[in-house]
């Protein structure tokens, strides 16, 4: 894989391809600026990303739609250049809601097309506007997860030109199986995005979405934010690691450009969120060193399968996708 900075796409199995590095978009919208996002996302196209990862969810999605059309009138970039990956979120996953969803996340971007929409989250709770819905007693509200008619709605979307691909996320091994062996499937999901890391390098699915062309993209490929309402804070930072910081001294980068590397040389799409100017410019410096075989088994044997994401408020759900193995 010859991957450069001005050259970093993919193949995806619907001979669409994908930047093997993006900008991950999601902050605590409490703790954001108004603008932060869009600085950010103008930022990262001049420093030569072209993939943006974003989602309804995150409230910021009209930013990175300012920031993109910004740089497309400059003459900075196309629009086809960009690749910009939205999100179905879990109270949208009954089919007459998937559209509209979409279409949501489309004004708010102003742009005709995603490139890549995905299934946020394996779960369904209960529809409407209320993102995190609970009852009175503050018990979530669950609704029944049907995800094949979920997905046959995403090919609707993708046959009407709103959408170039399809992919999913936080699906385990099982809930990609009931989306390949749909009877009529019309389009496989070229992607699955899940936690990946060198303390959780994901062996067994990233091996079952080789075998089935799905490519992996990582999120949380740093390890995380330290928030402990959803981050499983016992785990170490991973930045701190010793091995990590000291393949760095050797390469002159840091050890979050080592565990970026470590991703890339996999195969493995990275998408490191950054609002700070100058981290975003750092982690995109991955393309002028590689990792020897040695280096990289080593970075692999640093594997823990702890996650640092464990959305363990979640793990009553019928479709809570971490209770199996993988």
């Keep these: ?16 391809s994908i930047p093997i590095i993006g900008l991950g978009t999601y902050s605590e919208p409490a703790m954001t600026q ?21 989602a309804h969810l995150y409230q910021n999605e009209n930013e990175v739609g300012d920031a993109i059309r910004e740089k497309i009138a400059e003459g900075k970039v196309k629009r086809e250049d960009i690749f910009y990956c939205g999100k179905l979120w879990a109270t949208n996953h009954v ?3 998937v559209r509209p969803a979409l279409e949501r996340t489309l004004k708010a971007l102003k742009l005709d097309y ?3 929409y995905i299934i946020e989250v394996p779960m369904a709770f209960k ?17 029944k997860s049907d995800l094949q008619a979920t997905w046959e709605a995403l090919e609707a979307c993708k046959d009407a030109g709103l959408a170039k691909s399809l992919g999913v996320s936080n ?9 390949l062996n749909k009877p ?3 389009y496989k999901p070229v992607s699955n995005q899940i936690e990946c890391h060198p303390y959780f390098t994901q062996p067994k699915l990233l091996k079952f979405c080789q075998q089935h062309d799905i490519v992996v993209v990582a999120y949380s490929p740093l390890g995380t934010s330290r928030n402990p309402l959803w981050v499983n804070v016992s785990s170490p930072p991973l930045l701190h690691d ?8 050797k390469y002159s980068k840091t050890a979050a450009q080592i565990a970026l590397r470590f991703n890339i040389q996999r195969g493995v799409v990275v998408i490191p969120k950054s609002f700070n100017p100058e981290r975003i410019k750092e982690n995109f410096q991955i393309f002028d060193f590689s990792l020897t075989e040695e280096e990289m088994k080593s970075i692999e044997a640093l594997n823990t399968n702890v996650r640092f994401v464990e959305l363990l408020m979640w793990c009553d759900h019928p479709e809570y996708p971490f209770h199996d193995e993988y």
Aim: glycine share 10%; hydrophobic share 35%; charged share 25%.
């Design 34 to 54: 108004k603008g932060d996002c869009t600085a950010s996302v103008k930022i990262a196209i001049d420093t030569g990303y072209r993939h943006i990862d974003g």
């Design 171 to 179: 699906f385990n091994r099982r809930q990609l199986e009931l989306i």
């Design 95 to 97: 089919p007459e809601m």
């Design 1 to 16: 894989m010859d991957l450069s900075a001005s050259n970093h796409r993919i193949p995806l199995s619907d001979g669409n």
């Design 184 to 186: 009529g499937l019309k």
């Design 114 to 116: 995603v490139d890549l």
């Design 127 to 143: 529809p409407g506007d209320e993102v995190y819905p609970v009852d009175e007693n503050g018990k979530w509200l669950y609704h």
């Design 242 to 249: 010793v091995l990590l910081n000291s393949l760095g001294k």
